[in-house]
């Protein structure tokens, strides 16, 4: 068996080529922005919510009656947003069984649920692991309460601490923790600490996100008034480092550029955006890409419900990508992962000759590391993978 396939068999992943789907529903609903996030949400309302509930559910259905769509396994579900779990757990279990009687999960279906810290109680956790959730996502971000205040985060330290174990009592095995670095005078010590605190409740998978400045955001423009500094990417790599020699001791590898986990414990549904395969995207602003077309929902609650009122899928940008665009897609999105890419995907994009002008390019520069069999990022490409990604498209 070569090596990467064996990487590959780790991370759980299963021969390519079946016709099976990821879904992702987006829940765009938080209590309140925080300073640095620009996804797609609008304030929690309970009017907007029950529009949103008729919405999705008249979505799901339109989907599940696409012809083939049933003969379809679907591996992941996804729940993001937003914050999922700012819905009454009612709510949400509702939604979860609309998506079981409208499509045929697998039997090892990984289903992920994404909570902030405050709003994973004790009961909102029993109801999810009941429905059936095997994965939660907590956004917790820092542990320093200077850096809370500064990223404009609700909830408290200890709650970010207590709402790990209340997952965990709820039988929760398999835990992500999402964690920003490249604050707004940050310190590695402080990095540092945050680290050892999430590693003391003894996760099985973190994502490790450095700061990025999204326009539209409150960060965005304190930064365009002056109002502080980004971190010098050089500085970034101290992170990153300090994160590798703390993460490596508790036995959570990293497998993807900001994504560590413990063997078996890589995150299936977004591996399957890194490996090229198909998704669903269902909710306002979700992405799909499915049958060689991406395309995105609109970003409107309003106007979705609307759409699917009227009996139309709300669905507002569509491409249809070409062979040679996808096998370059798959290409930029796979090489995300430590693992790389396998050499015959390279070899097929090459074809264009301009693309492996590009290519050979990158390796000479000492950004991809070209073996017999595939293809990685080298530490340099690493810390400078989105320009690599960029020259490659
Ligand atoms: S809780 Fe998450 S989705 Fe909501 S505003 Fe904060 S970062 Fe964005």
């Given amino acids: 068996m070569s090596v990467t396939k064996q990487k590959r068999e780790r991370l759980g992943a299963k021969d390519e080529g079946m016709a099976d789907l990821g879904l992702y529903l987006h829940i765009p609903f938080c209590v309140k922005r925080c300073h640095f996030c620009a996804f797609y949400l609008v304030l929690h309302d309970r009017q907007r919510v029950e529009q949103f509930l008729q919405a999705i559910e008249r979505e799901i259905a339109l989907y599940a009656n696409q012809p083939g769509m049933r003969e379809r396994t679907i591996s992941t579900v996804y729940v993001g947003g937003g914050t999922p779990t700012v819905l009454p757990p009612e709510q949400l279990v509702a939604i979860l069984s609309s998506i079981r009687s409208g499509f045929s999960l697998s039997q090892q279906c990984e289903i992920t649920v994404e909570a902030t810290p405050e709003s994973l109680t004790d009961k909102y956790a029993d109801f999810l692991r009941q429905a059936g959730v095997t994965r939660l996502s907590i956004g917790i971000q820092s542990f320093d309460p200077q850096e809370r205040t500064m990223l404009g985060l609700s909830g408290t330290r200890a709650e970010a601490m207590s709402s790990v174990q209340i997952a965990k009592q709820a039988g929760f095995s398999n835990i992500n923790l999402d964690f920003i670095y490249g604050i707004p005078n940050q310190t590695v010590q402080s990095w540092e600490m945050t680290l050892t605190h999430?590693?003391?409740?003894?996760?099985?998978?973190?994502?490790?996100?450095?700061?990025?400045?999204?326009?539209?955001?409150?960060?965005?423009?304190?930064?365009?008034?002056g109002l502080f500094e980004v971190m010098d990417p050089d500085h970034e790599v101290c992170f990153q480092q300090q994160a590798e020699t703390q993460l490596k001791l508790r036995r959570l590898s990293r497998y993807e550029l900001s994504n560590w986990a413990k063997s078996g414990f890589a995150c299936q549904h977004n591996l399957r955006y890194w490996r090229g395969l198909e998704y669903l995207g269902l909710g306002p602003s979700a992405q799909s890409y499915v049958s060689e077309s991406r395309y995105g929902n609109v970003s409107s609650v309003e106007h979705y419900s609307k759409c699917l009122e009227a009996g139309q899928l709300p669905v507002v940008k569509r491409e249809l990508l070409s062979r040679a665009q996808q096998d370059k897609e798959r290409i930029v999105f796979g090489l995300r992962l430590l693992e790389g890419v396998p050499i015959d995907w390279v070899h097929k994009a090459s074809q264009d000759e301009i693309w492996a002008t590009s290519f050979t390019t990158l390796v000479k520069e000492d950004y991809l590391f070209q073996t017999d069999t595939g293809v990685q990022l080298t530490q340099k490409g690493q810390q400078f993978a989105d320009t690599v990604g960029m020259r490659l498209l």
């Fill in 198 to 225: 999430a590693l003391e409740l003894d996760p099985s998978h973190l994502s490790l996100y450095a700061l990025s400045l999204e326009k539209g955001t409150r960060f965005y423009s304190e930064f365009r008034r």
